[in-house]
């Protein structure tokens, strides 16, 4: 396959950036897309220009490292992908693919491809979390969990904090991410004590980062690699509300 | 967002099921607006019923579209450069139409004031007939003015079923049958309000209603 | 030998005596404590924000101490442990099977071919049941049963059903515990985090770990960070061969500077080859994508009995198939450790039985098991791994089996440490799978996240403490000679990669680098063989340092500056393994070596003369080779057997 990239080359943070075209050739349809930009920033390097700078580290579609807009689609156009499990049998000869960084203020971009995401370290730091310091646990079993709830938990804790809510987003809003973490541990007896206070603080966490509001546009579910789903931002927003309502305040 | 919606959106089940009235008969219809007016009294002066009512109104429709304001800068400042390249959004046509639909809306809202409330814009244009003149409205010969009604009405269904669903998820709604309860829910009240609201200029043009 | 000379023995001075089951208690009882308001006047670095690094920094924090953390990615929480799918092992024996805490250390001990220690495998055990409960505090979301308890599944190398597991996702769901415990911390003001940087050197002063220098990966801007301790857990060097199932970062760099500085390298040469990994696709691999053990509970391993059969799977009929695991080991069959069914899938690829288009696969069929137990149920525990396959190659085992090949997964080998978790170097403590303590010559399934955690949060919080009581130590500033030195050995390796503006990519070096680490020191090692490695390493080196390119500065994010200082130091290692494999002439776990196997081509150890750790201490001319003999007083070496 013989493929036109238009890619989005920024030199820093100052720099104000710009798409930059490139042909790539003899592209393998069982090629991952980031084996495609190896493909590419070998070519670059060897010819003296600086490879195109990208994240990513596991390549199995876990770590949530890599992210990118391809084609205006937050990891490119296969469902429940992240772009490193994303392959090239997903294009044709002949494409011009666009590929652009998350864009969000919460997320500004370090160079061409790569983008900052400790804003969402912040929002767990803001309450994501059960405290329970090593030492204290009690016997496993000492409280059961319904398999339904273990399973809807797991279900949110899939998320891989790629941030491509974030990107396809079209307020910049994190709120899926967020909610994913707030429905694990409101749905386990282990993150009832801290529930309220949780939610708070890390609504409040999202939106000091400069995150957009919800306003239940679907399309970070649509775009989620885990498929994290859209009606735990329901559950955010009643243990918020109920929140608000019982406790004035954080603890 | 929810709880002004909410207000607006009771608001506008009042007014549909007073617009049907249009259907037992001119006398039923004016003397319904006369009603209104009347409301109240005799603890409160004639009229002031609609004026607090109207006051009440423009309160939630000025928070929000605050609230709308709000998330629209918000969201704007969240991504300062753009996409070169953006795929349309994949969610739903109402999720994606909420900002440009409630602009439509507002403008209609005051069209919709000049003509049947002052009467400026109306043929008729007299307050003590209302019947007559939502009926000269929607002469077939001004088609552009039920034209202009329809889009607004089916912008407010759009609207409104976003906006309903919305207001589930904003109000707790979190289990996947919740979702499709809600979706469900939102589409057809958006439906029902929409229909509704259509049905008195339809029946004005086909002549139904004199 | 010509390679290498010999030094002293070295000992473990921290190990207690006594009844094994008492002996961590008694070390705890021994060592010295810093008590809580101390605590805060002392300063740990932890390198590495994985299982362990991460548990241990949020530990360490909790207690009170003042932690420093750093990561090469731009998030802690995307440490290579996350992607560990298949589960984490506990003695609890909730299922009633037989199992205990001595069986758990008895099937480790086993398991790792009796090249590990009793003590440590012991405490290993021990601590397994609280890590469990640990988690489970934490919000683990844990697969469970009907009944609201925790459900286990079987893993090779034990014939008890003791793995913990959350779906295929297990490593992922234990690390976010340990991720949220320290942003916890950070939250608190207790952890500082950097992450996107890159330690680069440690700093030794009056023979004690002080510090370490970094690379902000952002700002390219180099620094040089003081403590009064240093803790790696920076994880394993599996990239040395290239292709393998660690993620793109993970390097040797870390600790390979600690072993510069004086910490000894042990057993560099037990690396773990995956037996269930996606086959290599063509040339641009950049790396491989594993596929869970747990797969083998219930998939079938094959092949066709005859060379060269390249029918449809589906048409190969029950009696042309042969399910060579269950055939050569009847009471384990698909369920035998990894070296084992590793080898297996070798061997009959080498006899030309593999299939796929490069004959280097083995069939994983789960055509039974679907008509055994229904599609939802192998749905229900597999079916992330499933997607994943389908994926990557375009083909749905659902309806065709899988094709899997084995793969560099993870390194047994690493820094020695005493009972203690300490290096050689007083101060610097290891760590996870930067260590080389507990998994011998071969890990068990399930246990390297086991062994991550007990580090992380139950042996290095206590041992730790032992050091510091002796703190802190003096105050040291960026002027001080030996952080200068260090940091001007850092820069100066910076310049010269930049200077040498040649013709070849970084990765070119490393994908031959793998080549050849892959051919010589890989499933099957000969002398020979590993010899003509060692010269083509060096020739590689030398080559490397004279024709690779890298565009750019240091002065900002710079990924192929970050890479081929990585490659440097693989290449320093790659030859150490060599020499470490060379010398160990006989076949355990991990390691085997051509000219040692029994006469139906099993691993053969040699318990007279190789029962000990191999430790290596760098030297400029030639590594020397410190031997830590290993005693069995509990589980008595014996041929591994699982026939």
Not at chain 1, 221 to 232: D, E, N, Q, R, S
Not at chain 2, 1 to 20: E, I, K, R, S, W
Not at chain 3, 290 to 306: A, F, I, Y
Not at chain 3, 444 to 468: E, H, K, R, W
């Amino acid at each position: 396959m013989n493929l036109t990239l238009r890619i989005w080359r920024q030199t820093g943070p100052e720099d104000k950036g710009r798409m930059v075209t490139y042909q790539v050739e003899d592209v393998s349809p069982d090629m991952s897309f980031l084996e495609m930009l190896d493909v590419l920033n070998e070519r670059l390097t060897l010819a003296g220009e600086e490879p195109v700078a990208f994240d990513h580290d596991c390549r199995e579609g876990i770590c949530g490292m890599c992210g990118m807009m391809i084609n205006g689609n937050a990891h490119g156009p296969q469902r429940g992908t992240t772009a490193c499990q994303l392959h090239m049998r997903q294009f044709a000869d002949g494409d011009t693919i666009d590929i652009e960084p998350w864009r969000a203020r919460a997320f500004p971009v370090v160079k061409d491809l790569v983008v900052n995401r400790n804003a969402f370290d912040q929002i767990i730091a803001g309450g994501g979390f059960v405290t329970a310091p090593t030492g204290s646990a009690p016997e496993a079993h000492a409280a059961p969990v319904a398999k339904a709830d273990a399973d809807a938990a797991f279900e949110s804790a899939a998320c891989i904090g790629c941030g491509a809510c974030v990107a396809a987003c079209p307020n910049g809003s994190g709120m899926l991410f967020t909610a994913a973490k707030v429905t694990q541990l409101s749905l386990l007896p282990q993150g009832q004590p801290e529930r309220y206070t949780r939610v708070i603080g890390m609504v409040d966490s999202h939106d000091d980062a400069g995150f957009g509001g919800c306003t239940n546009a679907g399309e970070c579910t649509v775009v989620c690699p885990k498929g994290i789903p859209l009606h735990t931002i329901g559950r955010l927003n009643r243990d918020y509300l109920a929140a608000t309502a019982k406790h004035t305040g954080r603890s | 967002m929810a709880v002004t919606g909410l207000v607006l959106v009771l608001f506008l089940v009042a007014h549909m099921l007073g617009n049907l009235k249009i259907f037992t008969g001119a006398e039923d219809f004016d003397h319904y607006a006369h009603w209104l007016r009347d409301l109240g009294t005799p603890l409160l002066p004639y009229g002031w019923y609609l004026w607090l009512q109207r006051g009440v109104l423009l309160v939630a429709l000025a928070g929000h579209i605050w609230a709308a304001t709000m998330l629209a800068l918000r969201a704007r400042s969240a991504r300062p450069v753009r996409y070169a390249h953006r795929k349309k959004v994949q969610g739903s046509y109402a999720a994606r139409t909420m900002r440009w639909g409630g602009v439509i809306i507002a403008l209609f809202v005051i069209y919709h004031i000049l003509d049947l409330t002052t009467g400026h814009l109306n043929p008729i244009g007299d307050p003590s007939r209302p019947q007559a003149n939502v009926v000269a409205d929607f002469a077939p010969e001004r088609w552009y003015v039920t034209l202009f009604y329809t889009l607004a009405v089916v912008a407010l269904g759009f609207h409104l079923r976003h906006g309903a669903y919305s207001a589930l998820r904003s109000l707790g709604q979190q289990t996947p049958q919740g979702e499709r309860r809600a979706r469900s829910l939102a589409l057809l009240f958006a439906v029902a309000l929409s229909v509704g609201y259509l049905v008195v200029p339809f029946a004005v043009l086909l002549g139904l209603v004199r | 030998m010509d390679l290498y000379t010999e030094g002293n023995p070295v000992t473990d001075t921290r190990a207690p005596d006594g009844p094994i089951e008492g002996r961590w208690d008694s070390r705890r009882f021994a060592a010295k404590l810093v008590n809580p308001a101390n605590r805060r006047k002392l300063t740990v670095i932890v390198v590495g924000t994985g299982l362990a690094g991460g548990s241990a920094a949020a530990t360490l924090a909790e207690q009170g101490y003042r932690v420093r953390s750093y990561c090469y990615q731009d998030s802690p929480r995307r440490a290579h442990s996350i992607a560990a799918q298949g589960g984490i092992n506990a003695a609890k024996n909730y299922r009633n099977d037989g199992d205990s805490v001595h069986r758990l250390f008895y099937d480790t001990v086993k398991g790792g071919d009796f090249r590990s220690r009793e003590s440590n495998v012991h405490r290993l055990a021990e601590v397994s049941v609280n890590i469990i409960d640990q988690c489970v505090a934490q919000g683990v979301p844990f697969a469970r049963e009907y009944g609201g308890l925790l459900d286990t599944r079987s893993f090779g190398g034990a014939q008890v059903q003791r793995t913990f597991y959350a779906r295929g996702q297990t490593g992922q769901q234990l690390l976010l515990g340990a991720y949220q415990a320290l942003e916890r911390q950070v939250g608190l003001g207790n952890v500082e985090m950097n992450t996107r940087h890159e330690m680069l050197e440690l700093i030794v002063v009056d023979g004690r770990a002080r510090g370490i220098v970094v690379r902000d990966l952002v700002t390219g801007e180099i620094t040089t960070e003081f403590a009064d301790a240093v803790v790696l857990a920076s994880g394993g060097y599996g990239n040395v061969f290239y292709l393998s199932t660690n993620a793109k970062g993970c390097n040797v760099t870390a600790t390979w500077r600690a072993h510069r500085q004086g910490a000894y390298f042990a057993n560099p040469c037990y690396t773990q080859i995956h037996p269930t990994c996606i086959p290599v696709s063509g040339d641009h691999q950049s790396k491989l994508t594993l596929m869970s053990e747990s797969l083998r509970n219930d998939g079938r391993v094959w092949v066709p009995k005859t060379e060269g059969d390249d029918r449809d799977p589906r048409e190969i009929p029950e009696d042309e198939r042969d399910y060579y695991l269950e055939r050569i080991y009847p009471s384990f069959g698909n369920l035998v450790p990894r070296d084992i069914a590793s080898r297996a899938a070798k061997n009959v690829c080498d006899e030309g039985r593999g299939v796929g288009p490069t004959r280097l696969g083995v069939y994983l069929d789960f055509a039974d098991a679907i008509q055994r137990l229904g599609r939802k149920s192998i749905e229900a525990k597999y079916g992330n791994l499933f997607e994943m396959y389908e994926r990557i190659t375009g083909e749905d085992p659902y309806e065709v089996p899988m094709r899997i090949y084995p793969a560099v997964h993870y390194t047994m080998g690493g820094l020695w440490v005493d009972y203690d978790l300490q290096a050689t170097i007083p101060g610097l403590f290891v760590i996870g799978e930067a260590n080389f303590s507990d998994h011998g010559a071969n890990r068990l399934g399930a246990s390297a996240l086991m062994q991550g955690l007990a580090d992380g949060y139950f042996v290095l919080p206590n041992t730790i403490a032992n050091y510091l009581a002796a703190g802190p130590f003096d105050k040291l500033e960026s002027s001080h000679p030996a952080a200068v030195d260090a940091r001007r050995t850092v820069e100066d390796r910076i310049n010269r990669l930049l200077s040498v503006n040649g013709d070849r990519t970084v990765d070119s070096f490393h994908r031959e680098l793998g080549q050849i680490m892959w051919e010589y020191c890989g499933m099957e090692r000969s002398a020979a063989g590993l010899r003509k490695a060692v010269d083509e390493i060096r020739a590689l080196r030398e080559e490397f340092w004279q024709r690779v390119r890298i565009v750019g500065d240091a002065d900002g994010l710079n990924q192929s500056l970050e890479k081929a200082g990585r490659v440097a130091d693989f290449f320093e290692l790659a030859e150490l393994m060599c020499i470490d494999a060379l010398h160990r002439e006989e076949s355990c776990g991990g390691h085997f070596r051509a000219e040692h196997q029994s006469p139906d081509g099993e691993a053969q150890r040699d318990d007279e003369r190789f029962a000990y750790v191999a430790a290596w201490e760098y030297g400029t001319e030639q590594p020397v080779l410190h031997k830590e003999d290993l005693k069995f007083e509990y589980v008595h070496p014996t041929q591994r057997s699982y026939k």
